[in-house]
């Protein structure tokens, strides 16, 4: 028995039906919300549903009873100033009660899905590997620093007892809810969104992460972490792609640091009227301009037989099906 948080999320979602399809049984946490569209019947029909939250450490510690692993792929993905403290509520301390609920119901096989957001920024332009060590929290994103130490309740855990394997995706891509997260950035596109940026950034398709999961999970090696990403990419690039991907425009204006700073302070104001998140904050602005590369070799050489599918395929696949949605 699997105990999965996240089942009802974009990235749980994924790993939870591939699984299903490995003939697992999964026991799976989610939020008071419906199964994603994305997640077929057949799937969510064989899975065992516990409502509830990662906050609540007397369910938790009642429903990892009897499992034989945990994967934690539960987090909030958000860059709104205006959620920090609920962003290291969900982050952190959702993650700290699950590594305790784990070695208080012995079951120290724990696969923890993080970030590549943990490990920080590379300062030398190299590609970012598993050996980065976090530097200054002062360049970074409230996002990242939840995802950063939650990471070290998990490696807190390996100290009093767990065997964790550590999940490091670059930004995810696929079909999903692209009112949220990544999925975000087919919307904008799709809607006409004219700037681009200078930065990039790495990117792996929604269905390779959870392949790789589920690989890596039926594999010997714990106490380590991965990287999971499949190619570094521009993000004009990117946008221009999506861009064809819809037959849309590309986008034609860059962004400059000075028409970044005057998008984001609108689309503040904007919220504070709407009620809405803000679709660009000073922080997404900010990581925008930046340059991030990663190393996927060290995941490559565990898992020899493994072959991350082109981006551009994921990106025309994810395009077609966002399209069928919209145009219904």
Not at 120 to 129: A, E, F, Q, R, T
């Amino acid at each position: 028995m699997i105990f999965l948080t996240g089942g009802t999320g974009f990235i749980g979602s994924y790993i939870l039906a591939e699984l299903v399809r490995e003939g697992h049984v999964v026991r799976a946490l989610r939020r008071e919300r419906p199964v994603p569209s994305y997640l077929s019947r057949e799937i969510a029909e064989k899975v065992e549903w516990v409502s509830g939250d990662i906050l609540d450490v007397t369910l938790l510690n009642e429903q990892v009873r009897g499992c034989d692993r945990i994967i934690h792929a539960a987090a909030l993905v958000s860059f709104d100033p205006g959620e920090r403290r609920k962003l290291f509520s969900l982050n952190i301390e959702g993650t700290a009660n699950l590594v305790n609920a784990a070695l208080e119901n012995n079951i120290p096989d724990f696969i923890h899905i993080s970030s590549v957001s943990a490990l920080g920024k590379s300062n030398n332009g190299l590609p970012v590997n598993e050996e980065k060590k976090w530097e200054d929290p002062a360049q970074e994103t409230n996002y990242a620093i939840s995802k950063y130490q939650a990471e070290m309740e998990v490696w807190r855990g390996m100290g009093e007892g767990l065997n964790p394997l550590v999940i490091n995706p670059s930004t995810v891509l696929g079909y999903g809810d692209w009112n949220q997260g990544s999925c975000a950035i087919f919307k904008s596109v799709y809607h006409g969104f004219p700037w681009y940026v200078k930065g990039g950034n790495g990117f792996v398709d929604v269905e390779d992460l959870a392949a790789a999961v589920v690989r890596l999970m039926a594999g010997p090696v714990r106490n380590e972490r991965f990287i999971v990403s499949a190619e570094n990419w521009n993000f004009r690039d990117l946008f221009n792609r999506i861009a064809d991907g819809f037959n849309k425009k590309h986008p034609s204006m860059e962004a400059t640091p000075f028409l970044a700073g005057l998008a984001w302070r609108a689309e503040k104001l904007k919220s504070l009227f709407t009620g809405n998140r803000p679709l660009l904050t000073r922080e997404t602005a900010t990581m925008a301009r930046k340059t991030s590369t990663y190393d996927n070799s060290k995941m490559l050489k565990v898992l020899p037989g493994f072959h991350y599918r082109p981006l551009e395929d994921s990106i025309k696949n994810a395009c077609g099906r966002y399209l069928s949605v919209a145009q219904a």
